[in-house]
């Protein structure tokens, strides 16, 4: 199946076109950028005051945490503990 087959199902889920290129572009595949569901932007929603703790004990920002999260390529543990490159 193609692009344009899994672009149809992610219209279908509610999925929208600009969303689903932009995971294609983080080197999702197809599948998950069209099946998995849209995330709660805010970030009071995503990191609880533990995590919060976490991102200060290991020098990580909450946007950069947010920012991690958010692209599909971090799972919420490694966003805020994986150390930031050059620190």
Same mark, same amino acid.
């Given at each position: 199946?193609?692009?344009?087959? %899994?672009?149809?199902?992610?219209?279908?889920?509610?999925?929208?076109?600009a969303?689903? +290129? &932009?995971? !294609?572009? =983080?080197? %999702?595949?197809?599948?998950?950028?069209?099946?998995?569901?849209l995330?709660?932007?805010? +970030? &009071?929603k !995503?990191? =609880?005051?533990?995590?919060r703790e976490?991102?200060?004990k290991n020098?990580?920002?909450?946007?950069?945490?947010s920012r991690?999260?958010?692209?599909?390529n971090y799972t919420k543990?490694?966003?805020?503990?994986?150390p930031?490159?050059?620190?």
């Amino acid at each position: 199946m193609d692009f344009h087959h %899994w672009r149809k199902v992610a219209r279908r889920n509610g999925v929208p076109d600009a969303v689903y +290129v &932009s995971r !294609i572009q =983080n080197n %999702w595949d197809y599948e998950r950028a069209a099946t998995e569901p849209l995330q709660d932007k805010r +970030v &009071s929603k !995503i990191f =609880n005051q533990k995590d919060r703790e976490i991102m200060m004990k290991n020098g990580i920002s909450l946007i950069a945490a947010s920012r991690r999260f958010k692209s599909g390529n971090y799972t919420k543990e490694e966003a805020i503990t994986k150390p930031i490159r050059g620190s």
